[in-house]
């Protein structure tokens, strides 16, 4: 009834049911929002009959069936993404007035070729034709379309090969400040937008080569992923010149050898540093201490050749530090300053040539996971708003990491705030396991496994009640597995094989759950799950050998050669050596060898001595 309504913006308001039809008798209304709730069913044709409407946004519904929005004469602004409808981009008229528009998504509906209808569009802002079934090459009037105005342009998720350019592509959109190239099949060298990009992502296509020059005329960019392609060569040191502004940088995966670039100011507002599963050389460069924004340094699995960076425990913000599979070295000593990685959650060392004791309280002191209370679940992650389109728009990045459990890489890509994990396996580790450890109660993952620890395992893991995966495999530890740790009730993970441990494993909680792998290689340890059951020594394996030797001399080496040879004198000893093996009375056990000396013996003067059992 409200005749003169010109903007109904309902967005994010929990509305379900079908799309409202009456809204259209509402002949005055220029802006429709109702993005971001539960809607279903189709969208009524004559949502083109109003001709004032400029402004529409339906994204992330459940809507479907389909829309022709050349229909949509008035329209500037279509926001379609994230529903199940099918677009049609073609005019059944021929002389079609196109509409002008400034805004365009169209993600996941269903398009199979660039609309031929965008060639005649030069005053676009925003472009998005994201997760649709775009395949092959870019077309080459694409390169022509709003080359003054396109702000935002997102060709992520389809199976697009290329630009259709010869190499280096430089892409032509002067005021391009978000570029989303990701998960496709792009191939050759890598695409350089121009200097304008605030925002480019390109990860996981299949782009070669080395990074050209002219990357170095993006001093602007905020966000830079080109992670999982096939890139080789050195980094460009100006990479590190763009730090003041640069949040998130992550090429992991890639085949970049050489040093990491070297400069970055104190007035850098770098957040997330992944430069993983590379060829990266040397040593860390000093100057990363500058990085007071850093939250995430990812180094693993390259070839850096360095000491511990005692020098990061400086960084206020560092969440996550994980330095797996390199050549790290050396003891880390305690520092006299106070370097104590105020907020680390996340800490992998593993695979790596560090030595000594492992110093936990110098590197976990006053760190949040010793008091971490779980609530509602909130994920690491870094956010920038960027003026874009002609609003203000929040960009999230969320962290990641690989954690390895059991010889398996879980990749997790979000990470909780109170998740923790320290991993120092695959070390020279030694001396007892840090009883300061016992403080973090925060630790999801513990993993001390392949290192020369020794001693005890301590009572005090039972302080960690979140632990979901203890690992303490291949060290000397030594004593029986504490009765405390059946108090563990979230652990889903769980190994002390190849130690020294004795005693019964604790058969209550969690710890009834695990298999034989578990525990194996201690030869001490017996229980249910072992073929060595408690209180049955023998049970798990073949009578030992025992040595008896009677007043006169005589030897008697009782064992299971011994036995088969009793068949070959006599049913009767074979027999008697069967009760012997089974017997658990060492009275009876040695009446009853006394009585097949004497069997023996007897057989032996009867026979003569070349019949003898030996």
Not at 471 to 496: C, H, M, R, W, Y
Request: glycine share 8%; with cysteine; net charge neutral.
């Amino acid at each position: 009834n409200l005749s003169f309504l010109t903007s109904l913006r309902l967005n994010d308001c929990g509305l379900f049911g079908k799309f409202p039809a009456r809204i259209f008798e509402l002949q005055d209304l220029e802006t429709l929002d109702f993005s971001s709730n539960q809607l279903t069913g189709p969208i009524p044709s004559c949502l083109g009959n109003l001709s004032r409407l400029a402004y529409i946004d339906l994204f992330e519904n459940s809507l479907h069936g389909t829309v022709e929005i050349l229909k949509l004469e008035n329209v500037t602004h279509l926001q379609l993404g994230g529903n199940k409808l099918e677009v049609l981009t073609e005019s059944r008229t021929m002389n079609a007035t196109l509409p002008k528009f400034r805004v365009l998504g169209l993600s996941s509906c269903n398009i199979k070729e660039f609309p031929q209808f965008l060639r005649h569009e030069q005053n676009l802002l925003w472009l998005d034709l994201s997760r649709n079934n775009l395949s092959g090459q870019v077309p080459k009037w694409m390169l022509n379309i709003s080359t003054e105005t396109l702000e935002y342009l997102d060709l992520s998720v389809n199976s697009l090969t290329g630009f259709g350019q010869p190499s280096p592509v430089v892409l032509p959109w002067v005021n391009l400040q978000v570029l989303r190239l990701y998960l496709n099949m792009l191939q050759g060298p890598l695409p350089i937008p121009q200097p304008s990009i605030l925002y480019y992502t390109i990860f996981d296509n299949k782009v070669t080569g080395e990074i050209s020059p002219l990357i170095c005329n993006l001093s602007a960019l905020q966000f830079l992923g080109l992670s999982n392609n096939k890139l080789s060569g050195m980094l460009p040191q100006c990479l590190g010149d763009f730090s003041d502004d640069l949040r998130v940088l992550s090429i992991q995966n890639n085949s970049f050898h050489g040093v990491l670039p070297q400069a970055y100011t104190n007035t850098s507002n770098l957040r997330v540093f992944d430069v993983s599963l590379n060829q990266l050389q040397g040593q860390l460069p000093r100057k990363l201490a500058n990085c007071l924004m850093l939250e995430s340094l990812i180094l693993s699995k390259n070839e850096f050749h360095d000491v511990f960076p005692f020098w990061l425990g400086t960084l206020p913000k560092l969440k996550l530090l994980s330095m797996h599979h390199n050549g790290f070295y050396g003891v880390i000593g305690k520092q006299k300053r106070n370097l104590h990685f105020p907020e680390l959650r996340i800490l992998d060392l593993s695979h790596n040539n560090f030595r000594g004791e492992f110093p936990s309280e110098y590197i976990f002191s006053g760190n949040p996971m010793r008091g971490i209370t779980l609530g509602q679940p909130t994920y690491m992650r870094t956010n920038s708003s960027l003026p874009v389109g002609g609003a203000s728009q929040p960009y999230l990045y969320d962290f990641s990491i690989t954690v390895t459990n059991k010889g398996v890489d879980r990749y997790y890509s979000k990470i909780q705030e109170d998740f923790g994990v320290v991993d120092i396996s695959s070390n020279k580790f030694e001396g007892k396991i840090p009883e300061f450890i016992g403080n973090l109660k925060g630790l999801r993952l513990l993993n001390v496994s392949n290192n020369i620890l020794t001693g005890s395992i301590p009572s005090f893991l039972a302080n960690l009640t979140l632990l979901e995966s203890l690992d303490l495999s291949q060290n000397k530890l030594s004593g029986e597995i504490p009765q405390q740790l059946t108090q563990l009730t979230f652990l889903a993970s769980f190994n002390v094989s190849h130690n020294n441990l004795t005693g019964p494993i604790p058969y209550r909680g969690q710890l009834t759950t695990f298999d034989v792998t578990s525990y194996e290689g201690n030869p001490g340890l017996c229980g249910d799950v072992l073929p060595k059951k408690c209180g049955d020594p023998n049970a798990s394996q073949l009578p030992p050998s025992t040595k008896e030797e009677n007043d006169s001399g005589f030897g008697f080496e009782l064992n299971w050669k011994f036995a088969l040879a009793g068949f070959g004198s006599g049913l009767v000893v074979g027999v008697v050596l069967a009760d012997v093996a089974i017997s658990r009375s060492r009275e009876w056990f040695l009446e009853i060898v006394g009585r097949i000396r004497l069997i023996i013996m007897k057989r032996r003067k009867s026979r003569g001595p070349r019949h003898s059992i030996y």
